[in-house]
Antibody, heavy 122, light 106 residues
Framework: QVQLQESGPGLVKPSETLSLICTVS?????????WGWIRQPPGKGLQWIGS???????YYNPSLKSRVTISVDTSKNQFSLKLTSVTAADTAVYYC???????????????WGQGTLVTVSS | SYELTQPPSVSVSPGQTASLTCSGD??????ACWYQQKPGQSPVLLIY???KRPSGIPERFSGSNSGNTATLTISGTQAMDEADYYC?????????FGAGTKLTVL
């Protein structure tokens, strides 16, 4: 079965770049699907960050678009997230997930990784 | 930007039916999905394309979507169903989540 695992630094300094990797097992990213990043600030709800198709085409949350880059490395079966100029407001649990769709008219996430807490602090 | 509205909290007695709502402009013309998140755990997909259940999701979870409201119905609610529930849709090539509803079973 498909499993996803986030990895990366748990602490990032303000104004620096947050970098995370999602490693996928049990399925080859190059075979299809979209792959997404979602975050959840402590005690708050879910916020979609952005997604990438296996071909490399990306789409982002408009509120984060200027700071976000998502890329895919099919040779390593991984996709990654970079978020620049972080502030304390970017402190959150970051999840990666496989994203499915139905004729492009609806998208949903299943399964999700276990999540990784990233704290922005000096 | 498109918004989804969920009540912050819903309470239900064990064995009763819980109805969790998610409202958005003409949401019935889009598809909705639902996730369950228990404390310290990742969200789990419960319903997609309004009413479809992934394998392994109990039949007591069902979904509907019409007009401006999507509804997640939990029949015969159990103590283990106490969790946060999020609705989600797709609009203008963006993913939109509701703020979530905390379901209390008491």
């Amino acid at each position: 079965q498909v499993q996803l695992q986030e990895s990366g630094p748990g602490l990032v300094k303000p104004s620096e770049t947050l970098s995370l990797i999602c490693t996928v097992s049990g399925y080859s990213i190059s075979s299809g699907y979209h792959w997404g990043w979602i975050r959840q600030p402590p005690g708050k709800g879910l916020q979609w960050i952005g997604s990438i198709y296996n071909t490399g085409s990306t789409y982002y949350n408009p509120s984060l678009k200027s700071r976000v880059t998502i890329s895919v490395d099919t040779s390593k079966n991984q996709f990654s997230l970079k978020l620049t100029s972080v502030t304390a407001a970017d402190t959150a649990v970051y999840y990666c997930a496989r994203q499915d769709d139905y004729v492009g008219s609806v998208h949903w996430f299943d399964p999700w990784g276990q999540g990784t807490l990233v704290t922005v602090s000096s | 930007s498109y918004e989804l509205t969920q009540p912050p909290s819903v309470s239900v007695s064990p064995g009763q039916t819980a109805s969790l709502t998610c409202s958005g402009d003409k949401l019935g013309g889009k598809y909705a999905c639902w996730y369950q998140q228990k404390p310290g755990q990742s969200p789990v997909l419960l319903i997609y394309q309004d009413r479809k259940r992934p394998s392994g999701i109990p039949e007591r979870f069902s979904g509907s979507n019409s007009g401006n409201t999507a509804t997640l119905t939990i029949s015969g609610t159990q103590a283990m169903d106490e969790a946060d529930y999020y609705c989600q849709t797709w609009d203008s090539s963006t993913v939109v989540f509701g703020a979530g509803t905390k379901l209390t079973v008491l």
